[in-house]
């Protein structure tokens, strides 16, 4: 520890800090733009120039280490007199808009100007113009005259994001921020540099010209989308959201925001959003008032209850609802004497479930996860499941992690990989089979009967080594292996794996509330925090044996489901479809019966359990839109209407203590199960790898404009090797028919000789919707 007195306060500081540290630690604000706790120092602003005793010129505290016995005074005359001139001259070529700009009320510079500014300017020059720069959808850099060279956007783009997508070009007056050879900027968490611009050159261009800073009220929240869990700040104006950003949480989102969390909230303002209970009759819909839909949907339960049993009716749910909600519709459909429940749309192997202890979760926190010396990620496209999560890890590599990888696409993680496996999806369990038997080799252990009979390889062999050596390690599955028709394998694989390195294993969770909806009893198996139920049919049963009846928490299967065609067909088969949404979706208009209108997140009270098993309340931030109301609400009226006891409840509150009280959050976390999954039987022939892109994880992802306008939201193409297509008789960039599941689809193909052979790449999309996310398909010319 070292001594330094800062303006007469004596303090000890860690060897290595800078004075800007230490002043911080001390509570002492010394004004800057271009340092950020996150980043690397730049030291190109000299806006933080102190004064240190025995030192001939002022020092900016950024970049000057504290030395033993330092006295520093940052409000000294001389301290003051070179940060007022650092002022004059970084407003020399400002333009002065802030009556237009919309930084203004938010604006560093404004608000350090009137501390350290002067009231005119001695320099008479002309000020300089930036032509604009166009960034993409998200971030607007059409007012680059504003720019005072701070580098914050450059730097956060290399190494936080991983890739430098913006730079700064030529030198002195001539200097410009720009994106390289006229690129959008399209990392996944670019919005953040709208949030490090001290100044009004970078702003987001959903929420540009909209309101002013002053005008918006600030209300906390939780991100609905995917299983990090980061903590918002949800700006409203006119019970509108109109900004989201993001709020302090080291443990989870640290400081940062992904774009999709960012951006979403466009979607809760769509022009299909549900605002009046509708009834489709005659082949067309009609709205009505909540008392005739709620008879309609009471009488449409109780006539498929009396004609074909309780059992021909099926319960689907999003994870991404509260877990206020997914408690009570599980409440209400196992008071009605229906066990056909399921909340894991995407998943296709249920093989697990019998040997089933708890909610399958991260099985650490998530600063524990990125801790590890070494990590194993299985089946995941992290940068596209959990952008933050990819962003924390990266830092963990800087810092000596090293990063293993099976999967069935080679991601680019734009971060060192230590050793990577890539194999189609059929053979993903082999990969995994591999690690096991090479990491049994090195420990001497014997496995048990059938675990690992593949014969390892050198990537292989390497990812053992690394998991072997490390002195603390992680095993994670992903949303491609959750997915993935042999998951129960992969999990009992991924399982011993931990065992033998006596690290941790878990699962990322899919959603905002996968967990939330696993301890809220969301399942065909297992009730509340785990109780014993009468066992149901899974999500999967349910499409690939039609019920009766549907009834759907904000969720499309169609379109959130693992196999579209199957979804679609038994929908339209139903004698009923009931579905509680907050949007209008084209397939549900389709196959739906009744609509009720439930709200978002931005107007419900409720809580989400994110992937490190941390739950987390929120309140509304914005009244219901029309006649939206809470899901929870509409499903406790529901029971009522059914004569169902035990709906009584009058808050949010009330529901989400019922629901704890059931059981102990942290015993139902458990990844552990009894059982050993049985291998997979072999397939041959063409393989869909059909990964869910960026933004299309949920409903509100999909209503987001500006997300849809981005590359990662464009339409996606299908892509496999060269061999694929030569063994087919296409060529790259053929219109070809994809046939999967008895559906079809014409598109173009592309070549990418990066994947597997025997597979054919293409994303889930309401446009390429087929069958099953990993089934087999086939490629045909025209």
């Not at 709205?287 to 309609?296: G, I, K, P, R, S």
């Not at 929870?632 to 709906?647: E, Q, S």
């Not at 008789?729 to 014409?746: F, I, P």
Request: some cysteine; charged content about 20%.
């Amino acid at each position: 520890m070292l001594e330094i007195e800062i303006d007469g306060k004596k303090l000890t500081v860690p060897q290595g800090s800078t004075v800007m540290e230490a002043a911080h630690s001390a509570g002492t604000h010394i004004p800057h733009f271009c340092y950020h706790k996150k980043l690397s120092i730049a030291a190109n602003c000299r806006m933080c120039l102190v004064e240190v005793e025995k030192a001939p010129k002022p020092l900016p505290a950024c970049a000057t280490p504290v030395t033993d016995g330092m006295k520093v005074h940052t409000h000294s005359p001389l301290a003051v007199q070179a940060q007022q001139g650092v002022m004059e001259f970084l407003l020399i070529n400002h333009p002065l808009d802030c009556p237009i700009c919309d930084q203004g009320g938010e604006c560093q510079l404004q608000d350090i100007a009137v501390g350290y500014g002067g009231g005119a300017s001695r320099y008479k020059e002309k000020k300089r113009a930036v032509v604009g720069k166009d960034m993409g959808p998200l971030v607007s850099a059409e007012e680059m005259s504003r720019c005072i060279h701070c580098t914050r956007c450059v730097r956060f783009t290399e190494e936080i994001g991983g890739y430098q997508e913006i730079g700064m070009a030529e030198r002195g007056e001539g200097s410009e921020i720009m994106p390289f050879l006229g690129k959008t900027v399209d990392s996944e968490i670019s919005g953040n540099v709208i949030d490090l611009c001290p100044v009004g050159a970078l702003t987001s261009k959903p929420f540009r010209y909209s309101a002013r800073g002053w005008e918006l009220s600030r209300r906390k929240s939780v991100a609905p989308h995917d299983g990090l869990g980061s903590n918002l700040v949800v700006q409203v104006k006119d019970n509108r959201v109109l900004r989201v950003l993001p709020r302090d949480n080291e443990d989870i989102n640290e400081c940062w925001l992904s774009d999709r969390d960012r951006f979403s909230y466009e979607g809760l303002n769509a022009a299909d959003r549900l605002q009046k209970p509708r009834i489709k009759f005659d082949g067309k819909w009609h709205e009505t008032d909540w008392t005739t839909a709620l008879d309609y949907v009471v009488k449409g339960l109780n006539g498929v209850a009396a004609d074909h049993g309780r059992d021909a009716i099926g319960v689907l749910a999003s994870p991404h609802a509260t877990s206020e909600a997914l408690y009570l519709l599980q409440k209400v459909a196992r008071g009605f004497g229906v066990n056909n429940i399921d909340s894991r749309l995407r998943q296709s192997d249920f093989g697990a479930d019998a040997a089933r202890r708890g909610a399958y979760w991260l099985g650490a926190s998530i600063v524990e996860l990125a801790a590890a010396k070494s990590l194993l990620l299985v089946g995941s496209s992290i940068r596209q499941e959990h952008p933050l999560l990819a962003a924390r890890l990266r830092q963990s590599v800087k810092k000596g992690a090293q990063l293993n990888v099976v999967h069935v696409v080679a991601e680019e993680l734009r971060s060192p990989v230590n050793a990577r496996l890539v194999f189609s999806p059929n053979e993903l369990v082999d990969a995994l089979e591999q690690v096991l038997a090479a990491l049994a080799e090195l420990k001497g252990e014997a496995l048990a009967s059938g675990l690992a009979a593949a014969v390892p390889g050198g990537e292989a062999r390497r990812i053992a080594a690394s998991l072997a050596e490390a002195e603390s390690t992680a095993i994670a599955l992903g949303n491609v292996a959750q997915h993935h028709p042999a998951y129960s394998r992969l999990l009992a694989l991924a399982q011993e794996i931990a065992r033998l390195t006596g690290g941790r294993f878990g699962v990322l969770s899919e959603a905002a509330n996968s967990v939330g909806a696993q301890l809220a009893g969301a399942l065909p198996t297992h009730g509340a925090f785990g109780a014993a139920v009468a066992a149901g049919l899974n999500g999967a049963q349910m499409l690939a044996a039609p019920r009766k009846a549907y009834l759907l928490l904000e969720c499309d299967p169609v379109v959130d489901g693992y196999d579209a065609h199957a979804a679609h067909s038994a929908l339209k088969q139903a004698e009923t479809v009931i579905a509680l949404t907050s949007f209008a979706t084209p397939t549900l208009l389709e196959d739906a019966d009744v609509l009720l209108p439930v709200s978002p997140f931005s107007e419900t009270a409720g809580s989400f359990v994110n992937m490190e098993g941390r739950l987390q309340t929120f309140n509304g931030v914005v009244r219901p839109l029309g006649e939206t109301r809470p899901a929870w609400k509409v499903l406790r009226v529901l029971g009522n209407r059914l004569d169902l006891p035990g709906f009584e409840q009058e808050s949010v509150e009330q529901v989400r203590a019922e629901w704890l009280a059931q059981g102990s959050l942290s015993e139902a976390l458990d990844n552990s199960h009894e059982a050993l999954a049985a291998a997979p039987a072999a397939r041959g022939g063409l393989v869909r790898i059909g990964e869910i892109p960026l933004y299309q994880s949920d409903m509100l992802c999909r209503h987001a404009p500006s997300l849809q306008a981005t590359r990662a939201g464009a339409v996606p193409v299908a892509y496999a090797s060269s061999a694929v297509l030569s063994a087919a008789g296409v060529e790259s960039g053929a219109q070809v028919t994809l046939v999967q599941g008895g559906a079809t689809l014409s598109l173009r193909i592309e070549v990418d000789d990066s994947l597997p052979g025997a597979s054919v790449h293409l994303a889930a999309h309401p446009l390429t919707a087929l069958a099953g996310l990993f089934d087999p398909i086939e490629i045909r010319q025209g």
